[in-house]
């Protein structure tokens, strides 16, 4: 294997409950080698921290090398925004990488309205195997473009919330916190002990509006970024200001550590697994690590989880959970052809099986063969998407990659200059937005 290592909602809800049934049938045959040119390489840029969809993606790739052993698979990951930044370079010269991970909103439109990357639902039904997908999950990606179609795949299938470590808990006397404000009581009380409160991943950026869209939702209820979108909430609406606020506060009150700017995912993982920090704020795609902790990480059966806590006086409830497809998998239109197709059935023909085989992850394609064993947080996620009333988008869902770029850039200013404010922050991001969408015929 060849690797680079620089490596809307309701009705939602309902679809989600059914996502988990099973159908049985055999896995499909392997294909053959083809005879003819060698094929070139299969390249798959992704980010950092999508190491367990790339794992995946990989070690099915082995098993079709076996009897194609021309074929050559590689990898690249760069962090987030770069990767962003990257893709929109390459997709203007017309050389976007056969694979590659993208926003799933208005970013991918760009390249969908450029005919730059594949429609996978013709794709799939043309390979035979447009069923392995869960419908839940294509209606999901393609109300994120407006339904334009599936131009990209589910790799995952998440929610988010707060992931807490129970024996911390334990120790201090806490409760699991039902509103923002105990949950801003029991950080104060682990600083108090010594204990950092949350782990949280600045260097990334993304998850820090994570954290500021996890308020906003709550505040306002689970459509509040559509609404911005529609023009019908705007970023400089008190209850965005407050947000913003909320989430400097924590970090200027130390709350996130030290150096937050300098922390990327995997050392905010870490700093959760090994116990050094109480609190995480992620998705269930964190399920593949929690699922097989490392010698001396915290076991899967010392983490909780809670839904995003409410907000006094705010439309959001618990039941309401921010949904999304993980970081998603599209292809370039020019790369596609034949060679690419066989590798593309064989692999996602089984990449729900494999997934949740191997790491108990929850995906957008159906697992037909259930493990006898399904771990316990695996079960506490379907569990809690059972009871799902209504899916929230994340912050940067209906912005464009330039103001994708800026909520992140100026989030990471956010919380570590604190004369930087949450009204500025929010007033540059809407006048940007407006001024997007002057420039819009």
């Known amino acids: 294997m060849k690797a680079i290592h620089s ?6 809800a309902a679809l989600l409950a059914l996502s988990f049934s099973l159908t049985s049938c055999s896995s499909p045959e392997a294909p053959q080698a083809q005879s003819g040119d060698e094929p070139s390489p299969i390249l798959y840029m992704t980010a950092d921290g999508n190491s367990q969809s790339t ?4 070690e099915l790739t082995a098993l079709y090398e076996e009897t194609n052993p021309t074929m050559s698979f590689k990898y690249e990951s760069l962090g987030g925004a770069d990767l962003s930044r990257k893709i929109q ?39 035979g195997i447009y069923d392995s997908l869960l419908p839940t999950a294509v209606e999901l990606l393609k109300s994120h473009v407006d339904g334009k179609g599936l131009y990209a795949l589910p790799l995952e299938l998440n929610i988010e919330g707060f992931w807490y470590n129970k024996a911390i808990f334990a120790r201090f006397g806490l409760d699991v916190p039902r509103t923002w404000d105990e949950m801003l009581d029991a950080a104060a009380a682990l600083q108090r002990e010594g204990v950092q409160p949350f782990a949280l991943a600045g260097k990334e950026k993304w998850p820090i509006t994570r954290m500021i869209n996890a308020y906003i939702i709550r505040a306002y209820g689970a459509d509040a970024m559509l609404q911005v979108d529609r023009g019908e909430r705007r970023l400089t609406d008190p209850g965005f200001i407050e947000a913003a606020k909320v989430v400097q506060d924590m970090a200027l009150q130390g709350y996130y550590g030290v150096n937050v700017s300098k922390v990327d995912f995997r050392g905010s993982m870490q700093a959760f697994m090994q116990g050094r920090a109480a609190m995480f704020y992620s998705g269930s795609w964190s399920l593949r690590q929690f699922n097989n902790p490392r010698d001396g990480e915290l076991p899967s059966d010392q983490i909780g989880f809670f ?3 409410l907000v006094e006086g705010g439309a ?8 999304n497809a993980g970081l998603t998998a599209s292809f370039a239109k020019e790369s596609y052809n034949a060679d690419v197709g066989e590798w593309m059935k064989f692999v996602f023909a089984r990449y729900g099986d494999h997934a949740m085989a191997s790491r108990g992850m929850i995906t957008g394609f159906k697992v037909e063969h259930m493990p006898d064993h399904v771990p316990a947080l695996t079960q506490l996620v379907q569990q809690q998407i ?5 899916g929230a988008l994340w912050f940067e869902a209906r912005f464009s990659t330039e103001e994708q770029l800026a909520a992140w850039d100026n989030a990471l200013l956010l919380v570590t200059n604190k004369q930087y404010k949450p009204e500025e922050y929010m007033r540059e991001l809407q006048a940007l937005i407006d001024a997007n969408h002057i420039a819009v015929p």
Do not use: C, W
């Open 55 to 58: 794992a995946i993606i990989d």
């Open 7 to 12: 490596r809307q909602f309701s009705l939602l």
């Open 89 to 127: 370079l390459l997709a203007a010269s017309n050389d976007l990488p056969a694979v590659f991970s993208y926003p799933s909103g208005k970013p991918l439109l760009d390249l969908i309205d450029s005919h730059a990357v594949l429609d996978m639902e013709e794709t799939f039904r043309q390979l």
């Open 386 to 390: 059972a009871t799902l009333q209504k």
């Open 316 to 323: 959001g409830t618990l039941e309401e959970y921010p949904v």
């Open 307 to 309: 839904s995003v806590p």
